[in-house]
């Protein structure tokens, strides 16, 4: 115990690559918390410093993060005055002023579009794709303890900048001997040959690889050649957050959430079906229904949820924008069916003992869904958007976990402790990473070479 007291006493710089510069996805915010207070509790007096465009915002949020941004990205004064000055000033306005001047704003896309340096194909149906990923390892990196990548599912195809800039940083980190950890993670759909490439020279050389599902992540990892004493499924880091918010009472209404963007397109006619099925299913059972809105990047979710609600007879007002992740999953609480097409509203749910459907469509949230399926059992009904037959699969989906919620309760928040219980004791491995050091491993065999992810992609039913 005095070797733990002394670590904890000494300057440890714990360096957050967080996945989300923008900070505008309540899922990836409730991640932050839960990480950083399991930190904090470990090394009190340990810097914390997370990757972000949006400093003053993470001060808001996030008081004892130190906002890591550029033109350097490197660590600032870690005086009092720095300290409390932002803390108490600059981090409640700058909360209060974007929740006052938000909006739907396109020119949000136009910068991370801007910032990805990514250029459109000429045909409007296919995604941007990138000319090449200059990334700009920070200078906060040689000064790290440990450098933490958060749980997301950026490792993929659909967003193929963050994993380049994620990898960059992992590898750079470990070429100057500092221990490297992904936590949280959900890996692919990883088709493209040039980020297979990659993941199969970065990923290997990673000591620690927590990930929050077991159909696809393990898999993966073992063809592109990652050690299995490396990984570790631990379900994602948001449910605890969830998980604590959870109501002891079974909720009335039914919660709807449908994001519409570019690695989600879903047809006007999906849309106008679920919004029919919804409203009469909430008005069949005398249900109220709730807005869910967990991304705020360029009003996403708002923009695609909002108009499914029009002429529903009880239909509930969504949070602000200024909203925090603490106040959606309070609104989830309040739920005893969820219909999402969000990953994280379903972690949310799930994580309560509340039952969801998680629409789809799309191989990227196929794997979503189908893998926290997996995580939590029973109690989540993947239904695709693209089915002939979705009125019809829809309406059962709700009728039968709106009758099993009871039932279904007790069993989903066990699997939820039993998540919880993981997710630690995969942050454990990466505390002794930094007070005992990295293992040390034999040299990993190289990647498969053939087609990317190969049969292990292929979803049934």
């Not at 993929?156 to 963050?162: A, E, I, K, N, S």
């Not at 229904?289 to 529903?312: C, H, K, M």
């Not at 969801?356 to 949230?365: K, P």
Request: charged share 25%.
């Amino acid at each position: 115990m005095a070797e733990r007291t002394d670590i904890a006493e000494r300057e440890i710089r714990v360096l957050v690559e967080n996945g989300e510069y923008w900070l505008r996805n309540r899922g990836d915010i409730a991640m932050m918390a839960v990480t950083v207070e399991r930190i904090r509790a470990r090394w009190p007096h340990a810097r914390i410093g997370l990757l972000t465009h949006q400093p003053a915002i993470l001060r808001g949020l996030l008081p004892e993060v130190e906002p890591i941004c550029g033109p350097d990205w490197s660590w600032g004064s870690d005086s009092w005055l720095t300290r409390t000055t932002a803390t108490k000033l600059i981090g409640p306005a700058a909360l209060w002023w974007r929740a006052t001047t938000d909006g739907p704003k396109d020119r949000l896309r136009a910068i991370r579009s801007a910032d990805r340096n990514v250029r459109p194909r000429p045909d409007d149906d296919t995604e941007e794709i990138p000319e090449e990923f200059p990334v700009q390892i920070p200078d906060a990196v040689r000064e790290a303890s440990l450098v933490l990548a958060l749980g997301g599912g950026y490792l993929t195809d659909v967003d193929r900048y963050q994993a380049h800039r994620t990898m960059d940083l992992l590898e750079h980190a470990g070429g100057l001997g500092i221990p490297t950890a992904l936590i949280g993670q959900g890996l692919g759909p990883m088709h493209d040959k040039d980020l297979w490439r990659r993941a199969g020279e970065v990923l290997p050389n990673v000591d620690f690889i927590g990930l929050r599902e077991a159909r696809r992540g393990p898999e993966l990892l073992s063809q592109l050649g990652v050690p299995r004493e490396q990984v570790l499924v631990t379900g994602d880091d948001a449910v605890e957050f969830a998980y604590r918010l959870r109501d002891p009472r079974i909720g009335a209404d039914i919660g709807l959430c449908l994001r519409v963007a570019d690695y989600s397109k879903v047809s006007a006619a999906a849309q106008d079906t679920l919004g029919k099925v919804v409203r009469a299913r909430a008005a069949e059972l005398d249900a109220g229904l709730i807005p869910l809105i967990i991304s705020e990047y360029a009003s996403e979710d708002r923009l695609s949820t909002l108009p499914l609600l029009a002429g529903a007879d009880r239909a509930r007002p969504p949070v602000g924008r200024g909203a925090n992740a603490h106040d959606v999953a309070r609104q989830v609480a309040g739920c005893r069916v969820l219909v999402t097409s969000a990953y994280h509203l379903a972690v949310f749910a799930l994580s309560q003992g509340i039952p969801a459907v998680g629409i789809t469509a799309s191989e990227y949230y196929d794997d979503k869904f189908h893998g926290l399926a997996g995580m939590f059992g029973a109690g989540l009904r993947v239904v695709h958007l693209d089915d002939q037959d979705l009125s019809e699969q829809l309406t059962a989906a709700i009728t039968e976990l709106w009758d099993n919620a009871p039932a279904l309760r007790d069993p989903l928040q066990q699997r939820a402790m039993d998540q919880i219980d993981a997710s630690r004791a995969g942050l454990e491995r990466v505390f002794g990473l930094v007070e005992d050091g990295p293992r040390s491993l034999p040299a990993p065999p190289p990647p498969s070479a053939n087609h990317p992810q190969g049969p292990v992609q292929r979803l049934g039913g």
